[in-house]
């Protein structure tokens, strides 16, 4: 009984240690993470911005667990968060007793490796104008003018390679409208290749291809077209006229005009005959087949008039033919 009577005696005395114990601990770990927290204010305030918000995110980060552990008791895990931050705030304070060189020292290669992704992400999304800017940076203001000039040739390399490709692909579309022979098209896109990549040798001569495929498509067709006619074959000699029609001038039309008019005077008969067959035989859908191809081909002639007179009736025979 005397023993245990004392034994509750000294429990108020031990709880009153502890509490003091703790109180202590709670006003170390406010002088402490108070420290850290301005020296992380004064170096952000001093340009290091970086540097001094990361300490005020440790500070704001690891306070609450520490004044956790503290009321809680937890003593040992609270001597590791003491000694975490005891250490942090002597980084910081010897950081902040550097000079201005000395911190800038110390950030290089911090700030060399953000570059360095920097001018990486640059060179990935073809931002070339971007990466030489960080390249200029790297070399002018952190002295990295070794590595600086590597990306120097690595971004002159990737910007030619793609430069070759978007040009052969723009060439290759190029040529796809000489083919077609749509020589306006071709012609607009030839201005627009030399507007969007005037340093490459590779689309300087794209007009004079064009033209030179323009000469050689009216020299074919006028080959043919003689050929067709010295042939009979008037109804090739006409089709092949009329494409040839879009690319002489009148001075280079002349010395064709006597036999154009020749081969189109015997394609006039030879529908005019067809016609004439065609409704003698009662063959009213052929007959108003030819008689519309007349008067679209030959529109101002005697022979269109006339069948202009009777093709309403021909045209009502032919849709009641079964």
């Given amino acids: 009984m005397p ?20 109180g202590a601990i709670l006003l170390m770990l406010v002088i402490l ?3 850290a927290l301005g020296l992380s204010v004064y170096l952000a305030w001093n340009g290091h911005y970086a540097l001094g918000a990361g300490g005020a995110l440790l500070v704001l980060t690891l306070s609450p667990v520490a004044f956790g552990l503290a009321l809680s008791g937890g003593a040992r895990q609270l001597s590791e968060r003491v000694d975490e931050i005891t250490r942090m705030v002597r980084e910081f304070t010897d950081l902040a007793a550097l000079s201005e060189d ?16 920097a001018i990486e992400e640059d060179i990935a999304n073809q931002s070339w104008d971007s990466a030489m800017i960080l ?24 910007r030619a390679q793609t430069l070759d490709t978007e040009v052969s692909e723009a060439i290759a579309y190029l040529d796809g409208l000489i083919i077609q022979r749509r020589w306006e098209a071709a012609h607009a896109d030839a201005a627009r290749l030399l507007r969007l990549y005037p340093d490459s040798p590779r689309v300087f001569g ?45 001075l280079e039309a002349e010395p064709l005009r006597e036999l154009a008019r020749g081969v189109i005077t ?7 005959a067809q016609f004439k067959l065609a409704v003698q035989d009662r063959d009213w859908r052929e007959a108003a087949r030819l008689g519309e191809r007349i008067i679209n ?4 002639t005697r022979m269109a008039a006339e069948i202009r007179d009777v093709i309403d009736g021909i045209r009502i025979r032919a849709s009641a033919m079964v």
Avoid: W
């Fill in 3 to 22: 023993q245990r009577a004392k034994q509750g005696r000294n429990e108020p005395t031990r709880n009153t240690a502890s509490h003091s114990k703790r």
């Fill in 33 to 35: 993470y108070g420290s």
């Fill in 102 to 117: 000395a911190r800038r020292v110390l950030s290089r290669k911090n700030d060399r490796e953000l570059l360095s992704q």
């Fill in 135 to 158: 390249v200029k940076e790297l070399a002018d203001r952190f002295g990295f003018r070794t590595e600086a000039e590597d990306y120097r040739r690595k971004i002159e390399m990737a």
């Fill in 206 to 250: 794209l007009r004079a291809r064009i033209e030179q495929a323009q000469r050689s498509c009216k020299e074919d067709l006028e080959r043919r077209f003689l050929l067709a006619a010295k042939e009979g074959k008037v109804e090739e000699a006409v089709a092949l006229l009329k494409e040839l029609d879009a690319y002489l001038t009148p």
């Fill in 266 to 272: 015997k394609a006039k008969e030879n529908l005019g």
């Fill in 297 to 300: 081909d030959f529109p101002n």
